[in-house]
């Protein structure tokens, strides 16, 4: 079955503590993206990734760092949390071609 | 500064009305414009609009793009209760970049 992963589904977790989330697509795409989420605001893009190791900065970068060592994966870094991260968290791949994307289910993330 | 704007914010209807949702954008370079739907988890994808005036259509729903006036229009058509959903209006610019409008949160009432 085609699709978008993300790991973990939530988490909660305190200011500071670096964290990952992970992002996988099995459709052999060429772009990846992470958005956020929030109330009023609609999805704003922090990062993307045409193809390996091309990542670019989305509207809302600061804070976060992306790495694309693989077409599959996309992983998500935070390394010094906030409160002002939390958020809900999607993950999309999209083909090249088309710029269709695929959304992953969501990350909801809480940071105290 | 890039950016897209739907309206109206929300909308309630009943099943059977007709509906236009509306999303201007302002982006530098503008590339395509798409629309998606968002229920309780991820957005899912609708329409993708390059060209100008050509309609897209999927059962009752349609959107079609004006690029003199920078806006697009989805139409849904006789609504259920199953179209109730937020839809986000995108835009994609040339370097790759997607913009999302905040979205049109639509209620139909049974």
């Known amino acids: 079955e085609a699709q978008v992963t993300q790991n973990p589904r939530y988490l909660i977790t305190v200011t500071g503590k670096k964290l990952t989330v992970t992002c996988s697509q099995n459709m052999n795409h060429e772009y990846m993206s992470w958005y956020r989420q929030d109330p009023g605001l609609g999805l704003r893009q922090i990062y993307y990734s045409m193809n390996v190791e091309v990542t670019d900065k989305g509207d809302v970068p600061e804070g976060y760092k992306v790495s694309r060592k693989e077409k599959r994966n996309f992983p998500l870094i935070l390394e010094s949390p906030s409160p002002n991260q939390t958020s809900l968290y999607f993950c999309a791949s999209a083909s090249g071609g088309s710029y269709e994307q695929y959304f992953g289910p969501g990350t909801r993330l809480t940071v105290t | 500064e890039d950016k897209v704007v739907q309206s109206p914010l929300s909308l309630v209807v009943h099943e059977g009305d007709t509906v236009t949702l509306n999303c201007s954008y302002e982006v530098t370079n503008f590339r395509s414009l798409l629309w998606y739907k968002q229920e309780k988890k991820a957005p899912t994808f609708l329409f993708m609009l390059t060209s100008s005036g050509i309609e897209k259509k999927s059962g009752r729903l349609s959107s079609i793009l004006d690029k003199k006036e920078l806006f697009s229009i989805l139409n849904i058509t006789a609504t259920q209760t199953g179209d109730s959903a937020i839809y986000l209006c995108?835009?994609?610019?040339?370097?790759?970049?997607?913009?999302f409008g905040s979205g049109t949160k639509l209620n139909v009432k049974p």
């Open positions: 995108v835009s994609l610019d040339n370097f790759n970049k997607f913009y």
